[in-house]
């Protein structure tokens, strides 16, 4: 489906599974043998970044779980572990319910690294619709458990009021 409800690449009917969806969807992208739509041809030691977009009818609820399922699907059917994750509604269309994943294959030449490009993509920027990214460490490892947990003094209406304090590793978000 385009940013404007165009049609698509094919109609399904009935709705597939949201982990069939996206196994077709990333073998459009992936399968090389395919001249029409095969656009990523990579080596198995080249550095990707994922985005997936919320065409705007997408709840955030139901982005994290084609995010995850994506990222899932990536690295046990593919090999390819992304560098970066951008997840949001970048690019809507009245609310249409659908999402689009896109892979950036990262140049690895002499001139330019994937380090230059990731740099720049996890830059600060004011602009209203790029959100940050998250770097791969946020999906392959496991936050720590809170370091501590205590209730402080009472409220005006006598409820606890329960502070805790995570150390969490940083994100680069914006």
């Known amino acids: 489906m385009g940013i404007h409800n165009e049609p698509g690449y094919k109609r399904v009917s009935p709705i597939p599974s949201h982990t ?9 992208i992936l399968d090389t043998s395919d001249k029409d739509r095969g656009f990523l041809p990579r080596k198995p030691d080249d550095s990707v970044v994922l985005l997936v977009n919320n065409l705007g009818g997408v709840s955030n609820l139901e982005l994290n779980v084609l995010v995850g399922e994506t990222v899932r699907q990536l690295g046990e059917n593919h090999g390819i572990v992304p560098a970066r994750v951008f997840a949001g509604a970048f690019m809507t269309s009245l609310n249409a319910p659908g999402f689009s ?15 230059m ?12 619709g790029w ?40 994100y680069s978000t914006y």
Request: glycine content about 2%.
């Open 131 to 170: 959100s940050g990214s998250l770097n791969s460490s946020a999906w392959t490892s496991t936050p720590p458990p809170p370091t501590s947990l205590s209730v402080a003094s009472a409220t005006n209406d006598n409820l606890p009021v329960i502070t805790s304090k995570f150390n969490l590793p940083s």
């Open 117 to 128: 490009v990731l740099g720049l993509l996890d830059a600060y920027t004011s602009a209203v």
């Open 101 to 115: 994943i896109t892979l950036l294959a990262l140049p690895s030449d002499a001139e330019t690294t994937p380090e």
């Open 20 to 28: 069939t969806l996206i196994s077709e969807l990333l073998s459009l």
